[in-house]
Antibody, heavy 124, light 108 residues
């Protein structure tokens, strides 16, 4: 079965760029939409954006000016870059797959599976 | 952007009781693309329900979803000890995809 694993630095300085990678195992990254979601400590979930295996992307307007999501099909990985971070970007970052039949980024069966998440703290 | 409002914020119940969680959308959710997730402390969310009423693979039948348009409900028919957690609704039919603020189901 497909498994996702986030990786990257756990501590980032203010104004710098947060960089995370999600590695997909047990299945191909092709033909699916892949999302990043974050959750500040003790708070709710926020969708950051998605990428299709072909490279097309869609970002949450609230973060669009600072977000870049890319894909490397040869490594079965996709990545997140968030620039100019502040303490407000401190969160657990999750990657997840769009499930079911997908058209233009909308997948019929929600987000499944998810990675276990990785905590990124923004602090000097 | 579709805003999802979940109520109540906290539900205090005993094992064996029925739980009813509400999710209200600020505008109609496209094609009932409404999901429910369960999250336990230190864990990633787990998909329970998609398409408003379809159970995900491996989800027990005590979990059921209903609703359409702007009003959706997650029902847990008889709470098991492992069901005490936070539950989130999500709409994934209209970008940006959004989540509700969550309902915590706690042991009374």
């Amino acid at each position: 079965q497909v498994q996702l694993q986030e990786s990257g630095p756990g501590l980032v300085k203010p104004s710098e760029t947060l960089s995370l990678t999600c590695t997909v195992s047990g299945g191909s990254i092709s033909s699916y939409y892949w999302s990043w979601i974050r959750q500040p400590p003790g708070k709710g979930l926020e969708w950051i954006g998605y990428i299709y295996y072909s490279g097309s992307t869609n970002y949450n307007p609230s973060l669009k000016s600072r977000v870049t999501i890319s894909v490397d099909t040869s490594k079965n990985q996709f990545s997140l870059k968030l620039s100019s971070v502040t303490a407000a970007d401190t969160a657990v970052y999750y990657c997840a797959r769009g499930s079911g039949y997908c058209t233009n980024g909308v997948c019929t069966m929600g987000f499944d599976p998810w990675g276990q998440g990785t905590l990124v703290t923004v602090s000097s | 952007e579709i805003v999802l409002t979940q109520s109540p914020g906290t539900l205090s119940l005993s094992p064996g009781e029925r739980a009813t969680l509400s999710c209200r959308a600020s505008q109609s959710v496209s094609s009932s693309y409404l999901a429910w997730y369960q999250q336990k402390p230190g864990q990633a969310p787990r998909l329970l329900i998609y398409g408003a009423s379809s159970r995900a693979t491996g989800i027990p039948d005590r979990f059921s979803g209903s609703g359409s348009g702007t009003d959706f409900t997650l029902t847990i028919s008889r709470l098991e000890p492992e069901d005490f957690a936070v539950y989130y609704c999500q709409q994934y039919g209209s970008s940006p995809f959004t989540f509700g603020g969550g309902t915590k189901v706690e042991i009374k």
